[in-house]
């Protein structure tokens, strides 16, 4: 199955021939990403706008690269300093906006649902990058792309997601995206922050990290999400490093080729050891940045596609 | 001349003796004059009585099902403050509409209750405004800020039925004690939200599943029992009259059970939406399935259904609580919590009766008899003597919801484009009709 949605909101909805389709894509635009000259014309004469109600460096970087990349226009729109400020409702932005024809709309923000709201109102393609506490798709599409070229393949794995489960995004849509493609999934962390009820998804919850990273084939950490904690979720950052930070007497219980992985950005020495984040020979970080630009030109690329077909089909009366 | 309407033919619901049978019923001035429990002549019902034709009013059910009027606690009004989301013109009409004869309305208002010149203003424009009976609730404590008893005396003798912080948990325990101990000696009647108000602050939806899977703050359903089990501690010391608005989880129908056998005076409530939806009706972050306290798990909702027939939470109220598109249309976390109810309570009920969960009379008994009861109300029974507010409807009639047909100004139902059965044909208080089909 071909990826033929009108926005990119969640991988919940996605069936895994669509998420192969994008990944596929991706692999193709790594390459071109590795050339002299990193030009494509897949959106050229598209407006994309990246709206940002969220504080964000890497993710909305990643978005104008790619969007610039396949000859998009692109326009950054910082949310936070806006009308947002002024009373504005999300919904009355979104209107506003729209008004203006764009074609990729890239929107994150605080509050789980928001993208959804606001890609009802709208009539481009709207790219979730990140709403609250419910999903980062691009995230988890490029942290998948980098296991499955790192791993050659991205069925059957131990897969170890570390921390702060509770406040993620990534950790939800990794958790839907690698359990589609028939991964095993442990969570691992204090029980303040993977929550039982995540045993449900029919992931395996350890508490004990060592237990937990017994023979995986991946860890992924996770931030840890200060900025979303009110109140007491661990005593103390040395007390959580030294029971949950990755560093290599923890990593020793993992299988010896397991990569380590992290979105970003790292609080070194609070969840993971500044030496196993650097350690060339384990860790994958970089490449997911890397990854993070094909795999959001991939998927701009796609619903491009969609969006002109969409606009190309005669009007039923 | 007396006035008088005779309804014959009639499937009388009558939750006092928890029965039912085909019959007619005479109201005269207003009161419930006579039941009749079996089909007769209208002639010789005339001649019994020694009246002609023309001195009566003849209403024939055709079988359809006449019971008291609803009687609704915690409806909520937005006048003062918020005229634009609901009147109580509007709210009279939908409450009409929808087979409530009487509206107990909550003081959670702009500003609130709390004194009884603003208890007044609204005892006034309510009379002059909706044409069902409207007995106002005032706040228990000034503001709803949960720190100084309002004037609970004086806001009984302005016509106070109840007094409740509505949605506010009154944290501070001494003063609150306090509050009930004030509230015993003059006899008045506190209604309160059990509830944690530390683990449940922030929460938009009930932890378990769904809420991970959708990423929303969450409250553990323990939260409920916690802030009942506190109530009733409180309960017992001062021995106040209480009844809990919204018990809806199983967690918290044990300690429920323990103070009723234990003697103290309280009753419990639950809202028609956690009796007939689940957490899962949230589906794609629909705000009009935002309700405080969150909606439930399918157990919880099967146990406080479960409750409602044994007769252990007490009455069914609409918690008709109307917002505006624009305090909906936000995001889930952001949105306002509360759905309008007063039309639709009655087809919701019927879902309970027609999946084999209720009889008409036990559903009766919690949102017409055991309601008028706690306030020492006459009516909401089908007796002699009793008020002749009645509901004539008809249990099986399917309908689908449009929302703009509804009365209320705001129109923020979860049940719009849902099929439903039972329509309200007519409604009648104090013998007058004041809706009909």
Redesign the interface.
């Known amino acids: 199955m071909a990826f033929r949605r009108k926005h990119l909101l969640g991988i919940e909805p996605l069936h895994p021939s669509e998420i192969t389709a994008i990944l596929d894509l991706a692999d193709q635009y790594v390459d071109l990403n590795r050339r002299d000259v990193k030009h494509a014309d897949a959106l050229r004469g598209l407006t994309q706008v990246n709206m940002f109600f969220e504080n964000s460096t890497r993710t909305q970087a990643s978005f104008e690269l790619a969007g610039k990349r396949l000859g998009a226009d692109v326009m950054n729109m910082a949310m936070q300093a806006s009308s947002i400020k002024k009373g504005e409702t999300l919904i009355d932005t979104a209107m506003t906006l729209n008004a203006m024809h764009p074609d990729l709309l890239v929107v994150r923000h605080p509050h789980s649902g928001a993208v959804d709201l606001l890609a009802q109102k709208v009539n481009c393609a709207v790219l979730n990058a990140g709403d609250g506490r419910h999903e980062h798709p691009t995230q988890a599409l490029l942290d998948a792309l980098t296991i499955r070229r790192a791993k050659g393949r991205l069925h059957r794995l131990n897969i170890a997601i570390c921390g702060d489960v509770a406040h993620s995004r990534v950790a939800r849509s990794n958790l839907i995206l690698l359990g589609k493609m028939e991964n095993r999934i442990r969570l691992i962390g204090p029980p303040t922050l993977v929550p039982a009820q995540f045993a449900e998804f029919g992931a395996e919850v350890y508490e004990d990290m060592r237990e937990g990273l017994r023979d995986v084939d991946v860890v992924m950490m996770l931030r840890l999400q200060k900025e979303r904690m009110d109140g007491g979720f661990i005593p103390s950052e040395r007390e959580y490093y030294h029971r949950y930070g990755l560093d290599a007497e923890k990593l020793a219980f993992a299988k010896p080729d397991a990569i380590v992985m992290h979105p970003g950005p790292m609080n070194r020495g609070v969840e993971i050891d500044g030496e196993i984040a650097d350690d060339i020979n384990r860790s994958v970080i970089q490449e997911q940045v890397e990854m993070g630009v094909a795999v959001r030109m991939a998927a701009m690329d796609l619903l491009a596609r969609n969006l002109r077909a969409a606009r190309a089909e005669p009007v039923e009366a | 001349m007396t006035m008088t309407t005779i309804f014959t033919n009639a499937r009388l619901i009558d939750p006092d003796a928890g029965s039912e049978s085909y019959g007619t019923l005479v109201a005269s001035d207003g009161l419930i004059n006579e039941i009749l429990p079996q089909v007769i002549e209208i002639a010789d019902l005339f001649r019994a009585r020694n009246v002609t034709a023309d001195q009566v009013e003849v209403v024939d059910c055709h079988g359809k099902c006449l019971a008291p009027g609803i009687v609704d606690i915690g409806v909520k009004v937005c006048e003062p403050g918020e005229r634009h989301k609901e009147s109580f013109r509007s709210a009279g009409l939908a409450a009409a509409a929808g087979g409530v004869t009487t509206m107990v309305t909550r003081p959670d208002t702009l500003p609130a209750i709390d004194t009884p010149e603003a208890l007044e203003f609204v005892a006034r424009r309510a009379n002059a405004a909706a044409p069902v009976n409207v007995l106002p609730m005032a706040a228990l404590t000034k503001g709803r800020e949960g720190r100084e008893m309002t004037e609970i005396g004086f806001l009984m003798d302005a016509g106070a039925v109840a007094f409740t912080d509505c949605d506010h948990v009154i944290a501070n325990t001494k003063v609150f004690s306090r509050a009930l101990t004030y509230a015993r000696a003059l006899g008045a009647l506190v209604i309160a939200h059990p509830q944690e108000p530390g683990l449940s602050a ?1 929460a938009a939806a009930t ?3 769904f809420a ?5 703050p969450t409250v553990s359903p323990m939260a409920e029992r916690m802030g009942l089990d506190r109530d009733i501690a409180l309960l017992e010391m001062t021995g106040a009259a209480y009844h809990a608005d919204q018990i809806t989880t199983a967690r918290a129908l044990p300690a429920l059970k323990r103070a009723k056998k234990n003697g103290l005076d309280i009753t419990a409530g639950t809202s028609i939406h956690h009796l007939t939806l689940n957490e899962l009706d949230v589906a ?2 629909r705000t009009f399935f935002k309700i405080k306290p969150p909606l439930r798990s399918e157990d919880d909702r099967l146990a406080t259904v479960e409750a409602v027939r044994s007769g252990l939470i007490d009455i069914i109220s609409s918690m008709h609580t109307p917002q505006d598109e ?1 305090s909906k ?6 949105a306002a919590s509360g759905a309008v109810a007063l039309e639709t309570f009655l087809p919701a009920a019927m879902r309970l009766v027609h999946a084999g969960h209720l009889t008409l009379p036990e559903l009766f008994r919690a949102i017409a008899l055991n309601p008028a009861k706690r306030l020492g109300l006459n009516s909401g029974r089908l007796t002699t003597g009793a008020p002749a507010d009645l509901v004539l409807f008809d249990p099986d009639a399917p309908f689908v919801l449009d929302r703009a047909t509804l009365h209320s100004k705001s129109k923020n139902t979860p049940f719009d484009g849902q099929r439903m059965e039972g329509k309200v044909l007519a409604t009648y208080v104090a013998g007058t009709p004041v809706y009909r089909r």
Not at chain 2, 212 to 216: I, P, T, V
Request: hydrophobic share 30%; net charge negative.
């Open positions: 922030g932890s378990g599943k991970a899977l959708r990423g929303l794609d972050y624009e249309r936000l995001p889930f976390e952001e």
